[in-house]
C-alpha cells in the first residue's frame, strides 16, 4: 500500500482597485512531504545477476510547487 504525506498552504488576498474586486490566491504544495522513501519488491527472476536485491522506489521523491492566482 503506497502512503504519501503532501501538504498545501494556501493564502487568499482580498482587495479592491476602483470598485472592482481583485482575489489573489497564493499556494505552496508538497508532494511526499516527509521524503519516506517506498521500495518496489525484490528481482524475482532467478536468472538474473540482480536477483533478490531492490532496484527501484514505487514513490516518487519530495517536490514542491508554488502558485499564484489572480482574479479580477
Partial sequence: MLQNVDFVLVKNLHAELKQHPITTQIRAESYNFFNHPQFDAPNGTPTSSNF????????????????????F
Avoid: D, L, M
Avoid at 52 to 71: E, L, M, Y
Fill in 52 to 71: 533478490g536485491t531492490i532496484t527501484s522506489q514505487v514513490n516518487k521523491p519530495r517536490a514542491f510547487q508554488f502558485a499564484v492566482k489572480v482574479k
